[in-house]
């Protein structure tokens, strides 16, 4: 089903203990570290989003200038207009971070890529959704219109774990600067982007806790 207004939300799992007592404040920054490789920064949108959680933790996160929309995905995809493998926007960790299976992202700067789940017996039931966006060191992901394969994408994000790739989950976006748990018990920061026609922004959540329960 085609959808009017994209609503685009990258999951950034701390994984902590009693995460329903956190609180998050979500407040808009500026351009991107100047020390990003030419062609990435040159991608960003000029202004940025913080979240800080009470415990003193903060991600930053600036999203491609323009998101280019498509057709054709998977009918199960929560954001068909997205494409396996496309450049979605950069993330500074200043502490580190755990991912959906909890495996511990080092402080650094990634980028990030959309991609779906593969539809097959070792990926069934591990999320609540099939869309999910790939941590990639920014070191090692220089040119954001490359065109990945599957089997690279998911080589590139292992450097960020050192194992498997990382995974960032993605759901339901929210109010725009806002951070509020959802039905997952997930904490979603949602954000505004813009898609590549330039129209309306359109709404970006972020979930700053949670992990696959499986």
């Known amino acids: 089903m085609k959808v009017r207004c994209l609503v685009s939300c990258v999951v950034l799992v701390l994984g902590a203990a009693g995460a329903l007592a956190q ?29 800080t959680l009470d415990d003193g933790w903060t991600a930053e996160l600036w999203l491609a200038k323009n998101l280019k929309l498509t057709t054709g995905a998977a009918s199960s995809a929560l954001y068909p207009e997205l494409s396996n493998g496309e450049f979605v ?20 700067i ?16 591990v999320a609540p959704n099939p869309d999910f966006l790939l941590a990639i060191p920014v070191a090692a992901d220089t040119k954001p219109d490359t065109q990945y394969s599957f089997e690279k994408l998911v080589a590139l994000s292992s450097k960020s774990t050192g194992a498997h790739p990382a995974v960032l989950a993605m759901a339901k976006a929210g109010q725009p600067a806002t951070a509020t748990f959802n039905d997952e018990k997930m904490l979603v920061m949602t954000v505004n982007t813009r898609s590549q026609s330039g129209q309306k922004p359109e709404r970006l959540g972020v979930v700053v806790m949670g992990q696959a329960t499986q």
Do not use: C
């Not at 991107?32 to 040159?42: D, F, K, T």
């Not at 993330?91 to 511990?104: C, E, H, V, W, Y």
């Not at 990634?110 to 990926?123: A, C, F, I, T, V």
């Open 23 to 51: 609180s998050a404040k979500v407040e808009p920054i500026g351009a991107p570290p100047g020390a990003l490789p030419h062609e990435i920064a040159s991608a960003l949108d000029d202004q940025g989003w913080r979240i």
């Open 89 to 108: 926007g950069v993330i500074n960790l200043r502490k580190g971070m755990s991912d959906f299976r909890g495996q511990t992202i080092p402080a650094g």
């Open 110 to 125: 990634y980028s990030l890529r959309y991609q779906l789940l593969p539809e097959d017996g070792n990926h069934l039931g």
